[in-house]
């Protein structure tokens, strides 16, 4: 029997992985594929896969999505973080409305990392709200909770010289947890494809933790020299980020993430550590060059 599956965010790195994912499976002949998208022409050209159907919806409008998830058994969620945090409440309160009209019979949403806590980080926040009325709503659920994504970390060039410099202020020698978008989308298909078993969880998602020290060891590893970093004063952190991300950082410092790796893994052996996601980035440069 065909399931029919609706994406978000399948041109980012989230829905972009899971989209890669389920078309990987052996089962993914028994699935249907849908995107919603803001314009489906521009999609098409950036998703050449022909297994999968673009439908044009914006998550702020409940009578656009209706007819995207009309027949649809399950939605995968991501909403987008905007200076408001109310907006993306919003997206994700407008989302469920319509799928819960549509008759969707279950909802995997990418939330964020210690969503649950009471962090006081607007994102954090807004994510946790739209867990709640997912949860409300009555539609059956899992919720994956991101940490930090080691996409963040860019190969080389500027990027990496002032993420690494930005990093090692706001953590001084404090590990943080991390994990490559790659994984969501892996996690994020097996509570797709495995319902029964998914159903209810709500889990944080890590694939490593390290020290911005032991980070640039790593790159020094797999690339051969040691990366070089912007020095920042706090006080020029504080200045340059959006109170929001100020606060983010502070909580990484101050407390942290709280995934269980060991677990994860037994779930999924193959979750990358940052070695792993660096050596695999890298050969991948390396091909296009």
Do not use: C
Not at 5 to 18: A, D, E, K, M, N
Not at 20 to 36: E, F, G, H, T
Not at 181 to 203: S, V
């Amino acid at each position: 029997m065909t399931r029919t599956i609706l994406i978000t965010g399948v041109t980012g790195q989230q829905g972009g992985s899971l989209l890669k994912a389920l078309q990987s499976n052996p089962d993914v002949s028994s699935l249907s594929i849908r995107a919603i998208v803001r314009d489906p022409t521009v999609a098409s050209q950036k998703i050449t896969s022909k297994n999968i159907e673009f439908h044009k919806a914006n998550l702020t409008d409940k009578t656009s999505l209706i007819p995207a998830l009309t027949g649809v058994d399950t939605a995968f969620l991501i909403t987008i973080p905007t200076p408001n945090a109310e907006a993306e409440v919003v997206q994700g309160k407008t989302f469920v409305d319509a799928a819960k009209d549509a008759g969707v019979k279950y909802i995997v949403f990418s939330s964020v990392g210690s969503a649950e806590r009471d962090t006081g980080i607007p994102h954090f926040d807004s994510k946790r709200e739209v867990e709640k009325y997912i949860i409300e709503s009555g539609i059956p659920y899992t919720f994956i909770r991101p940490v930090a994504f080691m996409d963040n970390f860019p190969i080389s060039g500027f990027g990496r010289f002032f993420a690494l410099g930005m990093f090692k202020t706001a953590l001084g020698g404090k590990r943080l947890q991390l994990i490559a978008a790659k994984d969501i989308g892996e996690f994020a298909a097996k509570a797709i494809l495995d319902p029964e078993k998914w159903k209810g969880r709500q889990f944080e998602l890590a694939g490593d933790e390290l020290s911005v020290a032991e980070i640039t060891d790593v790159y020094r590893k797999v690339q051969g020299s040691r990366p070089w970093s912007v020095w920042l004063p706090y006080f020029a952190l504080k200045l340059m980020l959006p109170t929001d991300y100020f606060l983010m950082f502070k909580f990484f410092y101050d407390d942290g993430y709280k995934a269980n790796i060991p677990d994860l893994r037994k779930e999924y052996p193959s979750l990358q550590t940052f070695e792993d996601f660096l050596r695999e980035k890298s050969n991948a440069k390396d091909k296009k060059a």
